[in-house]
């Protein structure tokens, strides 16, 4: 069965102390693998889509890497206003499959 | 541009009655696709439509839901006889090409949500 497992579910940070969260996969065969932020109240706002292992992208303060098996989100020096829900979604190989989404991990940095 | 929209933003609703959520998806986009967010839950697909084919409605939890998305654009998911366990944020998103294409991803865009409350 596909899955998608997010870790930790929960992440205090201070400001300017860099973390790393996980999203572990098993899927059939992997399209590719979205992460995004959530913030209360609001819809799930795309930041990264990466398709094979070894690719990274960046956004400002955030980095997302691939590898077979998982993808991490790297926070450098976190800001408060980073304080979000971070979803991790993977697009499994066969057509016509909807995103599976983890159950994400909640960043809370204090200043 | 503008993003995908999605009405009412809340809906508070007594066991038994129908509701219909409202969505807007970015004008051009093919694909649209309708999620179910439980409170400590992850997204859970429920359908999905392409241009004018038949919708893919595999991840509907009952015969109480039903969508329909009218002229390739907005889309009413509807929900008969309303439970409690039917109380969630339900979320729209849709995309430029869909799912249909094994040779590429397609980034879904996701509206605000509509909050349901079933009393």
């Known amino acids: 069965e596909d899955q998608v497992t997010q870790s930790p579910e929960a992440l205090r940070l201070q400001e300017g102390e860099s973390s790393s969260l996980n999203c572990s996969y098993t899927?059939?065969?992997?399209?590719?693998l979205f992460w995004y932020r959530q913030d209360p109240g609001k819809g799930p706002e795309f930041l990264f889509t990466?398709?094979?292992a070894g690719e990274e992208k960046e956004k400002e303060r955030l980095k997302a890497t691939l590898t077979k098996k998982e993808s991490f989100l790297h926070i450098t020096a976190p800001k408060p206003e980073d304080s979000a829900t971070y979803l991790c979604a993977v697009q499994v190989a066969q057509a016509g499959t909807a995103l599976i989404f983890g159950k994400g991990t909640t960043l809370s940095v204090s200043s | 541009g503008a993003g995908v929209s999605q009405s009412p933003s809340n809906k508070v609703t007594e066991k038994g009655k129908d509701v219909e959520l409202r969505c807007d998806p970015i004008s051009g986009h093919t694909a649209l696709y309708w999620y179910r967010q439980s409170l400590g839950q992850g997204l859970e697909f429920l359908i999905y439509?392409?241009?004018?084919?038949?919708?893919?409605k595999s991840g509907l939890p009952s015969d109480r839901f039903s969508a329909e998305r009218t002229g390739g654009s907005v889309s009413t998911l509807t929900i008969q006889r309303t439970q409690q366990e039917d109380s969630a944020v339900y979320l729209c998103?849709?995309?430029?090409?869909?799912?249909?294409?094994?040779?590429?991803?397609?980034?879904?865009?996701f509206g605000p949500g509509t909050r349901l409350t079933v009393l």
């Open positions: 899927v059939s065969g992997l399209r590719g």
């Open positions: 990466l398709y094979s």
């Open positions: 439509f392409q241009g004018n084919s038949a919708p893919d």
């Open positions: 998103a849709s995309s430029l090409r869909g799912l249909a294409q094994l040779s590429s991803t397609d980034t879904q865009y």
